[in-house]
């Protein structure tokens, strides 16, 4: 019969379905966006980290999956991880702050150094190599997480430096940061274990330097992605919205669970887990722009 439900129209029905492109299921992106913020923000609270180096490469692998803009997949997942990171930290910051893990004054003097370098970071990406770039970042991070991992106390007189030189150094870390789109983490928690702070007051006080890193960066893959065409809908800039806010709804939940998990494991246990996760994301670096 005419307009019947004929094999031929059940079989036509059916390779619809299957070829119909991935963001047509919404709620199963959904569902991963907040499965990766859960897992994102309680790494965020065990170990300080923003999450960003973790989270996006996951998301340039859902984006493009799902077939949004494949020129600015990247990007993309750049933006929405970068402005996750301020809510994730947050989270975690305030965690670390009622065990009284956060040193208020290292932060006030590395935190202006770090968005300035940040910032400079912008003018230096022109002229220095991707290659170049991942090869300083993975000496630098394989020296840190070797130092976390060998467990070599620093040298009784070894102190921070004062104002300026935290000042200095911060921006060096800004530089690094900017170039490399990361928190910091990963340079500031291994020096201040080098210059004697604890474990513990490392790890809050490195997720507090590492918000107003975020804020900046989230400004900038706002800003530049406003002009951009073809990115998907409820898109503000590079930052995509329906990923954003369940990769936040999830890891504010969780990165509080993290911080309260960092200060019931030993220190030891601690540092292990913080160098080993160094360690994968410096050779991801190095390979992927090798």
Not at 40 to 64: D, E, N, Q, R
Not at 82 to 91: E, G, P, R, V
Not at 191 to 215: E, K, N, R, S, Y
Not at 240 to 258: E, N, R, W
């Amino acid at each position: 019969m005419p307009g019947g439900d004929t094999p031929r129209r059940r079989s036509a029905v059916r390779l619809r379905h299957a070829h119909a492109p991935a963001c047509s299921r919404p709620l199963t992106w959904i569902l991963a966006y907040l499965a990766t913020g859960a897992g994102v923000g309680f790494l965020a609270g065990l170990l300080g980290i923003g999450g960003g180096m973790t989270l996006v490469p996951i998301l340039a692998a859902m984006f493009t999956a799902q077939q949004f803009a494949p020129e600015h997949a990247v990007h993309l997942a750049l933006g929405t991880g970068m402005a996750s990171i301020i809510f994730t930290s947050s989270a975690s910051v305030r965690e670390h702050h009622r065990h009284g893990a956060v040193d208020w004054n290292i932060v006030r003097r590395m935190a202006p150094g770090m968005l300035t370098g940040s910032l400079l970071s912008t003018l230096a990406s022109g002229w220095i190599s991707q290659r170049a770039l991942a090869l300083s970042f993975t000496v630098i991070v394989y020296g840190g997480a070797t130092q976390i991992l060998l467990g070599r106390k620093p040298s009784a007189g070894r102190h921070l430096p004062g104002p300026i030189g935290l000042m200095a150094i911060g921006t060096l870390f800004g530089v690094i940061c900017g170039l490399v789109s990361a928190g910091g983490t990963f340079l500031t928690v291994p020096f201040m274990l080098f210059c004697g702070v604890t474990m513990h007051v490392a790890i809050g006080t490195g997720a507090a330097i590492g918000v107003p890193i975020a804020v900046v960066g989230t400004l900038g893959y706002l800003l530049s992605g406003s002009q951009i065409e073809g990115l998907p809908p409820y898109s503000l800039g590079f930052i995509y919205l329906p990923a954003l806010l369940s990769l936040v709804v999830a890891s504010v939940l969780t990165a509080p669970l993290g911080a309260r998990a960092a200060h019931r494991l030993p220190v030891l246990t601690l540092k292990r887990v913080f160098a080993c996760l160094l360690y994968a994301l410096a050779t991801k670096m190095v390979v992927t722009y090798w």
